[in-house]
């Protein structure tokens, strides 16, 4: 009984994992990606769990702990920058970008697109020719 269990864990494990693969792969979004890896993570701590069970070792529990410790660091760290990330836009922007969107969106329409004087200008112009 234990054989047959212990098989179909690992069956779903891998099945799992390849899913995630997939996903890694095919994306579309950084985002997406990124609960993918997480979802790998979380596979490969089962997957060792598994292995654990079946040799009846308890020397893999901080082994388990470290992966679950990284997957969580990880999650969190992506979190943090995908609430950044625009609904349109289809990947996480950087501070940087963040910031050059903000400085782009705080300057007035007439001098992003004429200067501060640029209708002004081309009126004297025109009107010296």
């Given at each position: ?27 579309p979004s950084m ?27 308890t020397e893999t529990i901080p ?67």
């Amino acid at each position: 009984m234990m054989l047959v269990a212990v098989i179909a864990a690992a069956a779903l494990v891998a099945v799992a994992a390849l899913l995630a693969l997939v996903r890694v792969e095919r994306g579309p979004s950084m985002l997406d990606r990124a609960v993918a890896l997480d979802t790998l993570t979380i596979t490969l701590v089962g997957a060792i769990a598994v292995e654990a069970v079946w040799s009846r070792r308890t020397e893999t529990i901080p082994i388990l702990v470290a992966l679950s410790m990284v997957g969580f660091v990880g999650s969190v760290t992506m979190a943090r920058f995908a609430a950044k990330e625009p609904e349109d836009e289809g990947r996480v922007r950087t501070p940087e970008e963040v910031a050059a969107q903000a400085r782009a969106t705080d300057v007035p329409r007439g001098e992003q697109r004429d200067g501060p004087r640029g209708a002004e200008a081309e009126d004297e112009g025109g009107a010296e020719r």
